[in-house]
């Protein structure tokens, strides 16, 4: 059996603000649109992975969404000019990534990452 997609649903009571959070902040773009439900999409093809944890690394709490991306810095330093506060400011870990974390409007804890070269 081959996963094809493995789809992440947020719950939320209006849908704009979430909308425009995780399009503005990471370049999305709305792929399907049916006002009570709205689809995000990226135009790089993404590998579908699950994560299972008990912490989320260097004594944070486990994150609800793991955002993987080309430059952190840039998605860093958008974040703030957007006037997101950030919950765990940008960081070199020890396992090889560089990464932040923030909340959405939703109250979904996000990791945001890349894996410097």
Same mark, same amino acid.
């Given at each position: 059996?081959?996963?094809?997609? %493995? *789809?992440?649903?947020?719950?939320?009571? $209006?849908?704009?603000?979430?909308? #425009?959070?995780?399009?503005?902040? @990471?370049?999305?773009? *709305?792929?399907?649109?049916?006002?009570?439900?709205?689809?995000?999409?990226?135009?790089?093809?993404?590998?579908?992975?699950?994560? %299972?944890?008990?912490? /989320?690394? &260097? /004594?944070?709490?486990?994150?609800?969404?793991?955002? $993987? *991306?080309?430059? *952190?810095?840039?998605?860093?330093? #958008?974040?703030?000019?957007? /006037?997101?506060?950030?919950?765990?400011?940008?960081? =070199?870990?020890?396992?090889?990534? #560089?990464? @932040?974390?923030? @909340? =959405?409007?939703? /109250?979904?804890?996000?990791?945001?990452? &890349?894996?410097?070269?």
């Amino acid at each position: 059996m081959t996963v094809k997609r %493995i *789809v992440s649903n947020i719950a939320a009571t $209006e849908v704009e603000n979430v909308k #425009r959070f995780y399009a503005d902040l @990471f370049g999305l773009n *709305v792929v399907m649109d049916h006002g009570w439900i709205v689809t995000l999409a990226s135009d790089e093809m993404a590998r579908t992975q699950l994560s %299972i944890a008990t912490e /989320g690394g &260097s /004594g944070t709490a486990v994150p609800d969404l793991s955002i $993987e *991306v080309e430059n *952190v810095d840039a998605v860093y330093q #958008r974040a703030k000019n957007l /006037g997101h506060a950030i919950e765990y400011e940008l960081t =070199d870990e020890p396992w090889g990534v #560089r990464r @932040f974390y923030l @909340f =959405d409007p939703t /109250g979904k804890l996000l990791n945001i990452l &890349s894996h410097p070269a």
